[in-house]
């Protein structure tokens, strides 16, 4: 993927996206399933269609994520937009740091490329992966272009803490937790669970709560931002309910403008036959 043309290399990622989608594996059904979920008003071949360009979506990601490291910071830079960019350019200038919530959407790591490139520190958190060649492969890749990555344990967020009172800014997937732990949120009328870390740490450090959607373009990536409104009533958990249902709720909005770019192969609601996660 590295060596060959870049054109004929995409071309091919395409196609063998399109083969995929036609077999109908676990995965594609999943992604179906879901982006059904985020389009309830459109007919069987729109959501076809959405599936098909969800699929080529995630392959260009996975393409981009071989590809990443042998471009330039020109290119870096030069390929990415953005809306309301002064939001965390402004944390990050003061620096009190920020977090900055997201969906697994478009290719956030180029737009972590894209910050690190104007002199972010950036963190965030990865899911061990098995092969374990693989997950050492991710944080390597990552560190090349200025990211931390730091195991998901229980002494994560504390260590996020420490790095957003070093004025880092702390970016986090955040649209999936199925454990016990979830908080539990209304996401696209269903019954859904998603991470507290982002909302807790807004709240015991006093860093802003930026909300990310990251978007493909023909040459690269669009990143809207915003913040998330802060919960000031009720007891903390109540607080960081509200927090997180808030983040759910833009989520929504941005999925709901590019749903083929939710990159989301794996469960998300918890009604129907859902199994609690340890």
């Known amino acids: 993927m590295r060596l060959l043309p870049e054109e004929f290399v995409y071309a091919t990622a395409y196609k063998i996206a399109d083969v995929i989608t036609k077999r109908n594996g676990g ?15 459109i007919t069987e071949l729109d959501l076809e269609i959405i599936v098909y360009r969800g699929m080529r ?18 290119r870096i830079l030069e390929t990415v937009t ?28 180029h737009a972590a ?3 690190c490139s104007k002199g972010a520190k950036i963190v965030t958190v990865a899911e061990h992966l098995k092969p374990e060649a693989l997950f050492k492969k991710f944080l390597e890749y990552r560190a090349a272009f200025g990211m931390e990555a730091l195991p998901l344990d229980s002494r994560v967020l504390p260590t996020l803490a ?36 982002p909302a807790v740490l807004a709240l015991k450090t006093g860093a802003p709560l930026i909300y990310a959607m990251v978007s493909y373009t023909d040459i690269g990536i669009h990143i809207d931002f915003e913040l998330v409104p802060l919960s000031d009533q009720g007891t903390e958990t109540e607080k960081v309910a509200a927090i997180v249902q808030n983040s759910a ?11 083929h770019d939710w990159h989301m192969m ?11 996660r340890d």
């Open 266 to 276: 794996q469960r998300i609601w918890i009604d129907g036959d859902f199994k609690e």
């Open 27 to 41: 995965n594609v059904r999943r992604l179906r399933s879901n982006l059904a979920r985020t389009q309830p008003d």
């Open 113 to 115: 490329a894209y910050f």
């Open 82 to 109: 953005t809306s309301n960019e002064y939001l965390l350019l402004d944390a990050i200038a003061a620096g009190n740091g920020a977090i900055v919530t997201l969906p697994h959407v478009g290719n956030y790591d």
């Open 57 to 74: 979506s995630t392959v260009r990601y996975l393409v981009d994520t071989f590809r990443l490291q042998d471009w330039s910071q020109n």
């Open 249 to 259: 709720d833009l989520f929504a909005k941005g999925i709901s403008q590019y749903p």
């Open 162 to 197: 420490q790095r957003l009172r070093a004025g880092y800014v702390v970016a986090l997937a955040a649209d999936r937790d199925l454990s016990r732990s979830g908080i539990d949120v209304k996401f696209f009328g269903g019954p859904a669970r998603m991470p507290a870390g």
